[in-house]
């Protein structure tokens, strides 16, 4: 049921827009790669090992006793689902674009019914157990996730090794398995050109920073994604302690270039973030570029307390009904570049009206 | 601006210049065009040249794996044999971490910092592991204690310690 609505309702748990620090941290997610001993990995494995595989994590997520830990959930074959669907869930953050792309029944997905909690079956790795907080929720969604991982763990046997910890197809996944990353908003940081050097000095810590929608992707509407980089040697609680501490530097930074942005240049401010706000709520065809950069601005002018009739959750949930293939499932067909852009452009403006 | 050599009709977004046999030609195309466009099209394919597996087959190039023994068979369990890891980066099962041995150690360095895993332990080998670990940490604790001259929370920990090992034995 779960899987349903998430293809019909934009909405998903972390556009809620609650929470520590969610006018500058958008989401907080963490990862964990897991694998069941002696199975070849994903992208080594037969169709019949694959299905085992997913046939094993799928009644492991049904079985009551799970849900009872956990809440409920349900289970898919991504090949029982349309390219477009699942790009959709792709665009909710819910499945990684490389799940989405490859045909075959054995990869799968088992959602929870807020959508906080998804585990990808067969993408790189046998199990990607991901949970997706709204605001700064690390430690929350690491609680979580754990949690998850060990009801998980007391019905699947796990590939663990006791010096290299959790055994994962990529050597750079190892030991913990864990990726925490949180989706910041930095358009103060961007703006007072101050980005390049913070993302250098992360770099140094160990932190990767990246466009929104992962490896490969440039920031769009300056949102960036910061995530750890290693995996073996700390432990869970330091990575994700030490991710939390650095975000709550960015946050700090970040409002430090918006209380710049106010003394110094509060006019200029307020024209870019009217004009954006006109031209979203006026224009009739607009492309997805040009809507995240306006969409942007309303959200610092939201935030900075310039803008007022302007809903936080709304602006969160127009970052996926405003992509391609969520435009195509609200159209109900497959459209073109024109007519999307005309779509978005149209729910733009009724979401800002 | 410059509007597309073949359809003249879209402003010209990629320029290609080719030199073959010293002779120099220029294309200036529109992205519909260059799709198209015959020797071209593959030039648009950035993603799958660049991937992190092929970036660690990179690091692999420099074989930091020589110290593993170089006859080494391969993993029994899925027949992934080092040189075909050094090729994609990429294990082929658990088991491969255990078959590729000590030649693992110096890649894990390189690209963790630490090759030894300090995290959460599934409760299934949990166990005795997480007991060591447990005494580790309180042996820790305990030296800790020592030098801030602190006896009675020394003494504790000394206690604690002795039964956790008796435990294990």
Redesign the interface.
Known sequence: MSIENALKNPYTKWMEGKGPYASIVISSRVRLARNLVDYPFPHVQNRDAGKKVAFLVRDAVLDPRFRQQVGGVDFVFLNELSPLDRMVLVEKHLISPQHAAEEGPERGLALSDDEAVSIMVNEEDHLRIQVLFPALQLEEAWELASGVDDALESRLEYAFDERYGYLTCCPTNVGTGLRASVMVHLPAVAMTNQANRLFTALSKLGFVVRGLYGEGTEARGNLFQVSNQITLGPSEEEIIGNLASVCRQIIEQEEMAREKLRKDALTQLEDMVFRSYGILSNAYIISSEEAMVHLSNVRLGLDMGLLRNVNIRKLNELLVEIRPAFLQKLAGEEIDAFKRDFKRAEIIRSALA | MMFCQECQKRPATVHVTRIVNNVKTELHLCQECAKHHEGLAFSFNF?PN?S??KF?AGLLGGSPLEMAPLQSPGCP??G?SLARFGE????????C??AFGDG?EP??RR???????????????GGK?GVRREIEKLREELQQAIRQEAYERAAELRDRIRSLEQGLE
């Open positions: 993603e660049f992190i597996h660690l369990n899925c992934l994609i980066g990429r294990f082929g099962c658990s088991r971490y255990q693992l890649l894990l690209l963790q910092g630490a090759s030894r895993h300090a995290g959460k332990v599934p409760r299934r080998v592991l």
